[in-house]
């Protein structure tokens, strides 16, 4: 499942990198939950919960079965 969701985030990435922002792949843990940093202008646009839930997460779970969720975590 891995390889699929960082192959669904490359597809979403130029999209982002076009606003000046980015998004990294984490990990994904037993119950399909996706954690993503999202870095650049998306780290701090007070619009990243709509872009993640609205559009990175729907885009994740209809290309990767099993993802239950998309989760942003902070920098590590």
Do not use: N, Y
């Amino acid at each position: 499942m891995e390889s699929d969701v960082v192959q669904a985030i490359d597809a979403i990435r130029p999209v982002l990198q076009a606003d000046g922002g980015d998004i990294v792949f984490r990990d994904v843990d037993d119950a399909g939950v996706v954690h993503v940093e999202l870095v650049g202008a998306c780290g701090t646009c007070p619009i990243s919960t709509t872009t993640l839930r609205a559009g990175v997460e729907r885009i994740i779970k209809d290309r990767v079965p099993g993802v239950s969720a998309v989760e942003a975590v902070d920098a590590a």
